[in-house]
């Protein structure tokens, strides 16, 4: 019920036809509102689920302005396909694009963006479901829209969404790829500031020293072009699974640098390629802890993770790194100025323990993890890492009437 199949708990989901629906669910509690399941951990993860999938309505859209309103339901590949070829594109994307409104909101996701910016910032106004059963629309710069904003589904159901898009000229991006010569090299070149998106990808499988990355920076061009990427369908690999991350590494990293174009699918959600890819984990499934470094002190965090990494025998089979100058307004919202590491691993014997340095490093750095990848986070790390923030969320919590009623594992882990 979660991308990862890790951790694996006892749920029970329902589906509601249409708000009213989702009204009358609220009445028995606890409950917590579900997307599409890409989430990482057990943030969208609770003993009941109220799923919003059937909550699929596109309500008004202005051309003029970008704005578009519509039901929490709708995932941003939906909006993608229809709105792509009149010229409009979400601002912010996350790596796939099977999430729903609801759930971006929820997490305030972030995107390769070279501005500070997350989902949120081009969130103009949500109606929502209260505890108590009010619905109420939340205007930005409320209170309780930064709380919803990064709110992990524990203050209420969010029923609509209006947010703006951005104007493209087509759907294709000018991509550049870089080869730093190693790390130093590497955080340079993503904090300048080349195009409107940039992401670097580090192969750790087979160089656990950092000095193997490639960095991609994109912009939109006025290619006017279709284009729709057809996921292919996953199927059970050939070889061992390590063997085959290690081979692709190496000829995804032999490729020189250059420029393509690259049609924003490609770009953007490179692993919706494969339609289940997160089956290549199974049995066991796979975790990813990502965590957020502050800007001055990421160069000798990022080597001492390394060197971690190095010592614990455990290789990540993925690792992207990002560049953030800042953004993210909600009280949870992850993202603050600094880099970010994403790391994907198999599910091993070290890894609990492996987690456990990781996440004392990242906290002695100043850092942060992101609530809806992380599966290992103490409540030490955590209220060490959100301070005031999570207590004043906390407190929000109790004001609603959501302690009690709208509860994930997480949530539970975390003592919110
Ligand atoms: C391949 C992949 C790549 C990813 N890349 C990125 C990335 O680059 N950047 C990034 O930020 N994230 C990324 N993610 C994580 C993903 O964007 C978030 O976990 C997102 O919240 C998932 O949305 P969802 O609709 O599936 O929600 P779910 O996973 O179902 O739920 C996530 C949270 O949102 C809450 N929620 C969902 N719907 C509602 C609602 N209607 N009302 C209130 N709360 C709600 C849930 O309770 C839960 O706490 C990635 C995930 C995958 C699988």
Redesign the pocket.
């Known amino acids: 019920m979660?991308?990862t199949y890790f951790p694996r708990l006892p749920v029970y989901a329902e589906t509601p036809p249409n708000e009213q629906a989702v009204a009358a669910a609220l009445k028995e509690t606890p409950l917590?509102?579900?997307?599409?399941?890409?989430?990482?951990n057990d943030?969208?993860l609770s003993p009941r689920l109220l799923k919003?999938e059937r909550l699929g309505y596109l309500l008004s859209f202005d051309e003029k302005t970008g704005l578009l309103e519509a039901q929490?339901?709708v995932?941003l590949g939906e909006i993608v396909e229809l709105f792509l070829p009149r010229g409009f594109f979400p601002p912010v994307v996350?790596?796939?694009a099977?999430?729903?409104l609801?759930?971006?909101v929820?997490?305030d996701?972030?995107?390769k963006n070279d501005e500070p910016v997350t989902f949120c910032s081009f969130v103009e106004e949500l109606t929502v479901l209260l505890p108590s059963g009010e619905r109420l629309t939340v205007k930005k710069g409320d209170e309780l829209f930064k709380a919803f904003c990064g709110?992990?589904?524990?203050l209420?159901?969010?029923?609509r969404v209006k947010t703006r898009l951005r104007r493209v000229k087509g759907a294709f991006l000018k991509v550049k790829r870089l080869k730093p010569k190693d790390l130093d090299e590497l955080l340079t070149l993503l904090k300048e500031p080349a195009a409107e998106y940039s992401v670097a990808w580090l192969d750790l499988l087979n160089d656990p020293t950092g000095n193997r990355s490639i960095v991609l920076t994109g912009s939109f061009t006025e290619l006017n072009r279709p284009c729709r990427l057809k996921p292919l369908p996953f199927l059970k690999p050939p070889l061992p699974r390590e063997l085959l991350v290690r081979l692709y590494d190496a000829l995804y990293y032999a490729r020189g640098e250059g420029e393509t174009l690259e049609c924003y699918a490609r770009f953007f959600f490179p692993?919706?390629r494969w339609r289940g890819w997160n089956r290549f984990y199974l049995p066991e499934g796979f975790t990813q802890t990502q965590f957020l470094l502050p800007e001055e002190k990421a160069p000798e965090a990022l080597s001492e993770v390394l060197k971690l990494l190095s010592s614990s025998g455990l290789r990540p089979y993925l690792a992207v790194l990002k560049y953030h100058r800042g953004g993210g307004e909600g009280l949870l919202s992850?993202i603050r100025r600094g880099f970010s590491l994403a790391l994907d691993f198999p599910l091993t014997e070290g890894l609990p323990e492996l987690m456990r340095r990781l996440e004392r490093l990242v906290l002695g750095y100043g850092g942060r993890h992101?609530l809806?990848?992380d599966a290992f986070l103490s409540r030490r790390a955590f209220y060490g890492a959100y301070g005031e923030q999570a207590d004043e969320f906390k407190k929000l919590r109790k004001e609603l009437g959501a302690a009690g009623r709208f509860e994930?594992y997480?949530s539970t882990r975390l003592g919110l």
């Open positions: 979660n991308w917590l509102p579900y997307g599409r399941g890409r989430c990482y943030a969208c919003s929490a339901g995932t996350p790596g796939t099977g999430v729903t609801g759930g971006a929820s997490a996701v972030h995107g709110g992990l589904g524990l209420g159901f969010i029923l692993l919706d992850f992101y809806v990848k994930s997480l």
